[in-house]
């Protein structure tokens, strides 16, 4: 065969019927094939980590659901923010679900978190989502709001749970469920990194939108973080309704 050819072979493949492919190709002596067989091997050991990772991450929740309840993981994303809403997401997968590649959300890039977001829709049994503008930010501060964005979550899922896992050190106050705050939970929790990438690109999607409606404050780069242009714009143009006063007087700028 052509390396080409080879190479269109090798690129479907599933992990480990890439394995015995690459074994076969290691008598094949040619310098294009032992490069071949030296990119997919890097991406075997790749997967490999992924799946590992995976692993730990269905272990660390089995230790909550032991296969016979519902165990929601929780996550948000926008507490820190100058401008739109705060996020948050709660999910429960099944306990077979396959995902990896899940992992804290700021650790992907926003085409694997694309990707796996498309992957988390198609397997979860439920998703929940809570959304809390900026008046309600400066209503009752950004602790509060996230707290409500969590129980709007739950509210959202229509899907009987047991317990919950909570991104975070806090657990989420008016709750009657059992709940687990898990430091670095996203990191550590199958459900909680995939609620994490759920809310990630939820909200990332509704800043790009906003961003259309007031393009100067560049929230499709930002997604309304405190960088230096969004700074800027602030200072040229003032603020919009989607702006968070209360942490812009933290700023001195309001």
């Known amino acids: ?5 080879i190479q269109e072979v090798l690129k479907d493949l599933e992990v480990e019927e890439l394995k015995k492919q690459i074994d076969l190709l290691k008598e094949d002596t040619r310098s294009g094939v032992i490069k071949l067989i030296h990119q997919y091997e890097k991406k075997i050991i790749h997967y490999q980590k992924e799946h590992d990772e995976w692993a730990l991450k269905c272990s660390f929740d089995e230790v909550f659901h032991e296969n016979r309840y519902a165990l929601v993981g929780i996550d948000e994303v926008g507490r820190g923010p100058l401008a739109g809403p705060v996020v948050a997401v709660a999910v429960i997968l099944p306990h077979h679900a396959y995902l990896p590649g899940v992992k804290d959300s700021k650790k992907l890039s926003e085409l694997q978190r694309e ?6 829709q198609e397997t979860a049994l439920a ?6 503008d900026s008046q309600t930010i400066d209503s009752i501060n950004i602790l509060q709001a996230t707290f409500e964005a969590m129980r709007m979550a739950l509210e959202d899922l ?3 749970y047991d317990i919950l896992c909570v ?3 806090k657990a989420i106050p008016e709750i009657d469920e059992k709940q687990h705050a898990v430091i670095a939970g996203d990191d550590k929790s199958a459900s909680i990194g995939a609620a994490s990438i759920i809310a990630k690109v939820t909200r990332d999607r509704m800043m ?4 259309k409606e007031y393009p100067m404050y560049d929230w499709e ?11 800027e714009a602030i200072r040229a143009f003032g603020i919009t309704p989607l702006h968070r006063k209360s942490f812009l007087k933290n700023e001195g700028i309001f």
């Open 115 to 120: 990707a796996l977001y498309t992957k988390i």
């Open 221 to 231: 780069s930002n997604k309304g973080y405190g960088s230096h242009k969004h700074y």
């Open 208 to 211: 790009k939108a906003y961003a």
């Open 167 to 169: 991104d975070g050190d």
């Open 127 to 132: 998703i929940g989502i809570g959304v809390v």
């Open 158 to 160: 229509a899907y009987p």
């Open 1 to 5: 065969m052509k390396i080409s050819e």
